[in-house]
């Protein structure tokens, strides 16, 4: 027997979430057992514990879109008994049982060795915010998107992405400023290495087709007209990642940052990205995120604390990231 978190939905439609002990034989199929030592709190996950999205694609439901844990069967070529893997995405946590329990079965396909620089722990303080995060700047990096270029955007700066986010430019030499709608975590920001907060209000509103050029680079977590804002002040030739829809999925922009000034919009995927790249992704963020660095970021909590802080996280009352381990009581 183990514990999970269990969504449920009853014949009149109304969805029920508690810790309840499951038996091993009702894990889904999968060719790896995994002991999870943690896994974390996403915006996704929050979604689907509250009810407020359509994100679960099936009932019952472990939710969960990241995990940290010890191989305890494989009949995969890839992994033996006592490995330490990583689950990032995949559809995990919405159409197949995921990370918030202290056992899930997985294909071997959607696991990734364990970086050696990071305990579970520290791996789920990254997750896939943090993932994410690191995808984003690649992505800048990749489109010429240098240090020298000039300041470089992260809008949802408190959020778990872009705390991540943050320390990576600032590590790299960006200069970053960081747009919030929580002015209080001013102090937070600029100990992660933001230079300078600004307002979300200051984006958040519909805005002109083309707007003063300012960024050299954006990483948007927001999205609606959050984005459309930013990729209006971007500079010449530079780069916004979308990589979020924390105000909405719209984007009420037009073509005139990308047909007058060469903008590109870098959209980045996470779920179903390829092997090659999440290992690359994953050995970047060891070298570049020193284990004192995530502790500024991340709150650590157990399995039954999940089910109330997953409505925190969604009224936005939490800051950075949240990882939930297996070993804690609640």
């Given at each position: 027997?183990?514990?999970?978190?269990?969504?449920?939905?009853?014949?009149?439609?109304?969805?029920?979430?508690?810790?309840?002990?499951?038996?091993?034989?009702?894990?889904?199929?999968?060719?790896?057992?995994?002991?999870?030592?943690?896994?974390?709190?996403?915006?996704?996950?929050?979604?689907?514990?509250?009810?407020?999205?359509?994100?679960?694609?099936?009932?019952?439901?472990?939710?969960?879109?990241?995990?940290?844990?010890?191989?305890?069967?494989?009949?995969?070529?890839?992994?033996?008994?006592?490995?330490?893997?990583?689950?990032?995405?995949?559809?995990?946590?919405?159409?197949?049982?995921?990370?918030?329990?202290?056992?899930?079965?997985?294909?071997?396909?959607?696991?990734?060795?364990?970086?050696?620089?990071?305990?579970?722990?520290?791996?789920?303080?990254?997750?896939?915010?943090?993932?994410?995060a690191m995808l984003?700047?690649?992505?800048?990096?990749?489109?010429?998107?240098?240090?020298?270029?000039?300041?470089?955007?992260?809008?949802?700066?408190?959020?778990?992405?872009?705390?991540?986010?943050?320390?990576?430019?600032?590590?790299?030499?960006?200069?970053?400023?960081?747009?919030?709608?929580?002015?209080?975590?001013?102090?937070?920001?600029?100990?992660?290495?933001?230079?300078?907060?600004?307002?979300?209000?200051?984006?958040?509103?519909?805005?002109?087709?083309?707007?003063?050029?300012?960024?050299?680079?954006?990483?948007?977590?927001?999205?609606?007209?959050?984005?459309?804002?930013?990729?209006?002040?971007?500079?010449?030739?530079?780069?916004?990642?979308?990589?979020?829809?924390?105000?909405?999925?719209?984007?009420?922009?037009?073509?005139?940052?990308?047909?007058?000034?060469?903008?590109?919009?870098?959209?980045?995927?996470?779920?179903?990205r390829p092997y090659?790249?999440?290992?690359?992704?994953?050995?970047?963020?060891?070298?570049?995120?020193?284990?004192?660095?995530?502790?500024?970021?991340?709150?650590?909590?157990?399995?039954?604390?999940?089910?109330?802080?997953?409505?925190?996280?969604?009224?936005?009352?939490?800051?950075?990231?949240?990882?939930?381990?297996?070993?804690?009581?609640?």
């Amino acid at each position: 027997m183990f514990n999970a978190i269990l969504i449920e939905k009853d014949d009149d439609g109304q969805q029920h979430v508690a810790v309840k002990q499951l038996d091993e034989s009702q894990l889904p199929e999968g060719d790896v057992t995994v002991a999870v030592d943690a896994s974390t709190l996403n915006y996704k996950d929050a979604l689907a514990i509250t009810g407020k999205g359509p994100v679960v694609r099936k009932f019952p439901m472990v939710p969960g879109i990241d995990l940290a844990g010890t191989v305890e069967h494989s009949s995969s070529e890839r992994y033996r008994e006592g490995d330490r893997v990583l689950l990032n995405g995949w559809g995990v946590g919405e159409g197949h049982w995921g990370g918030l329990a202290e056992k899930a079965r997985l294909s071997s396909d959607w696991l990734i060795p364990q970086p050696s620089a990071f305990t579970a722990q520290q791996a789920m303080a990254i997750g896939t915010a943090g993932y994410t995060a690191m995808l984003s700047v690649m992505a800048l990096e990749r489109h010429g998107v240098t240090p020298d270029k000039g300041e470089v955007l992260v809008t949802g700066a408190s959020g778990g992405v872009g705390s991540v986010a943050i320390s990576l430019l600032a590590r790299l030499g960006y200069t970053v400023v960081a747009s919030t709608g929580r002015l209080e975590e001013r102090a937070y920001l600029e100990e992660l290495g933001a230079s300078e907060v600004i307002d979300r209000s200051t984006l958040s509103e519909p805005g002109r087709p083309l707007a003063k050029e300012r960024w050299a680079g954006a990483v948007d977590a927001a999205g609606s007209h959050t984005l459309a804002n930013v990729c209006a002040s971007t500079r010449y030739g530079g780069t916004v990642t979308a990589c979020g829809l924390a105000q909405g999925m719209d984007l009420p922009a037009s073509v005139a940052p990308f047909i007058l000034r060469g903008v590109t919009l870098a959209g980045i995927d996470s779920v179903m990205r390829p092997y090659d790249d999440r290992v690359e992704a994953w050995r970047r963020l060891g070298e570049l995120l020193p284990p004192e660095r995530l502790e500024a970021i991340t709150r650590s909590i157990s399995l039954e604390e999940a089910i109330p802080v997953a409505g925190d996280l969604l009224q936005g009352k939490v800051r950075g990231r949240v990882v939930v381990d297996l070993s804690r009581q609640g």
